[in-house]
């Protein structure tokens, strides 16, 4: 059975910092490369930041030099920690594999004040 647990969301000012974790079922994490996904209102799902089992990352426009994704494989937990937060990262932030598995966690919802 697929699980994916996220957490660590919360409300924070702008310029702030928060940092998510997911944990996932051993039976998909160990080989697939996971991502954080997020969803604001309003508008389609992105993929943020993506992370190889090998620990390789890569991130969008929007997070570079911000974010931070890293893995513990022995957890089968993705984390992101997020810096220098700005009120247009307001969303639900998941986690999946890449490409996405057709099951989402509950996600954990980001909100940052002006």
């Known amino acids: 059975q697929v699980q994916l647990v996220e957490s660590g969301g919360g409300l924070v000012q702008a310029g702030g910092s928060l940092r998510l974790s997911c944990e996932a079922s051993?039976?998909?994490?160990?080989?697939?490369?996971m991502g954080w996904y997020r969803q604001a209102p309003g508008k389609q799902r992105e993929l943020v930041p993506a992370?190889?089992?090998?620990?390789?990352?890569k991130y969008a426009e929007s997070a570079k030099g911000r974010f931070t994704i890293s893995r513990d494989n022995a957890k089968n937990t993705v984390y992101l920690q997020m810096n220098s937060l700005k009120p247009e990262d307001t969303a639900v932030y998941y986690c999946?594999?890449?490409?996405?598995?057709?099951?989402w966690g509950q996600g954990t919802q980001v909100t940052v004040s002006s």
């Open positions: 999946n594999t890449i490409p996405p598995v057709p099951y």
């Open positions: 051993g039976s998909i994490f160990s080989i697939n490369a």
């Open positions: 992370i190889t089992s090998g620990g390789t990352a």
